[in-house]
């Protein structure tokens, strides 16, 4: 996986909920070509407790939130195993969503990445999203 472009992505902000909402999305969907090789939509989510800060995360959690990130981005520039496509922060939680080949590799792949690592609260969901919905559902319309 290539390093992140600032000009390969979009940056929105609004409300959901009641609370902000900071959304990072790839500006434009892949071609069909990437698209089918990667097929597989991983949602990662951390939920955290955002009552006191209008659903962002609170400083100590956004903290292990970024070093969780860092581990995670650095294995994926190592070696091409997921394409990054958004992530979304707000209402008490925050979503990365990749696209991959396959689930099981994905989660076998992240597994090996963390290897080590402090356990962090998230959840990890895989489901077959060939025409990449789950970017199309946070670009920005317009």
Known sequence: MPKRNAEDWTLAQGKAGGNSTIIRALARVPLIEQRKSRP????????????????MPPRAVYDRIEGFEEVLFAALDESDWATEAAAITGNGARQWRFYTADGEDFI?????????????????????DPEWQGLRDVQPKG
């Open 40 to 55: 597989v939509l991983v949602s990662i989510t951390w939920a955290y407790d955002g009552e006191a800060t209008g659903g």
């Open 108 to 128: 076998a792949r992240f597994t090996t990445a963390l290897a080590g690592e402090t356990v962090y609260p998230i959840e990890l969901e895989a489901v077959d």
